[in-house]
């Protein structure tokens, strides 16, 4: 078991040295074609890295040549199969502005806006990049409007626009659930303007009207009428909205039970003036 083992390291060892002498003899040849060759190779068995370094030492050399398009066009594939996105996306765009009327110009320039998507980070931290995505796909839609990618590009727009409203939405709940009722009433307020066309916003109204009412209900008394007033009014505006909802009941409630605060309050300040 142990001589197998030995024998084992020894063929790996062996293989290693064989493809970095290979690799060393690659790197150090003068024959530029023959560099280009053995780069193309690394590129189809899918060492990119290996083809990405091989090919930045042949941009000054094919550079001006009808070799530099392809060459360039698999340097910018290189870096995103590396899954280093910026880079890709940079190199991408140096393609579109060397060669506009390329064949692969239209594939390049989708592969780009592509770039933004896929460093479209969490949820948690600014969405740069995910904003920059929808433009870039909606810009690539608007460029190539016979494009077979465009449905993909959709697709893409689609889920960076829910990816967006989620965001603002953990947003809106984080300030209700802290209290600041008011704030999350204007932020899932900013939700249906926002994403008129999202299948929440039935439910982003009704959140709207309850921030409003405990907003209403937490306040100074000589606020409190025309804060629950706010309540009634945002009711309305969900009836307009959205009047076969199966959440309008209970928008409702907190409509009635505002109507009976400002009953209640008025009749208090009536008593109050009567008694002076």
Do not use: W
């Amino acid at each position: 078991m142990r001589s197998m083992k030995i024998v084992l390291t020894s063929v790996i060892l062996l293989l290693l040295v064989t493809s970095c002498n290979k690799y060393n003899k690659v790197t150090k040849s003068k024959d530029y074609e023959y560099k280009l060759k053995m780069a193309d190779e690394y590129y189809a068995k899918g060492k990119y890295k290996i083809a990405q370094q091989l090919y930045e030492e042949l941009f000054p050399v094919f550079k001006g040549t009808v070799k530099f398009e392809e060459l360039y066009f698999k340097d910018a594939y290189c870096f995103y199969y590396m899954k280093m996105y910026a880079d890709a996306e940079n190199l991408f765009k140096g393609f579109l502005e060397v060669f506009p009327n390329s064949k692969n110009a239209e594939e390049v320039d989708y592969m780009r806006s592509y770039c933004f998507y896929k460093q479209s980070p969490k949820l948690e931290l600014e969405q740069v990049n995910t904003i920059r995505a929808m433009g870039m796909m909606q810009t690539f839609i608007n460029t190539h409007p016979g494009s077979e990618r465009n449905k993909e590009a959709s697709d893409i727009i689609d889920k960076c626009r829910e990816k967006l409203e989620q965001k603002e939405y953990r947003a809106a709940e984080l300030y209700y659930n802290m209290g600041q009722y008011r704030a999350a009433a204007i932020a899932f307020t900013n939700l249906i303007n926002n994403y008129p066309e999202s299948l929440k916003g039935e439910e982003y109204k009704l959140k709207t009207v309850k921030a409003y009412y405990k907003f209403a209900k937490l306040s100074y008394e000589d606020k409190q009428v025309e804060r629950y007033e706010k309540v009634i009014e945002e009711y309305q505006d969900f009836v307009d909205r959205y009047p076969e909802s199966k959440l309008l009941n209970e928008a409702e409630s907190f409509s009635k039970l505002s109507q009976n605060h400002i009953k209640v309050i008025k009749n208090e300040q009536t008593q109050t003036s009567a008694k002076r």
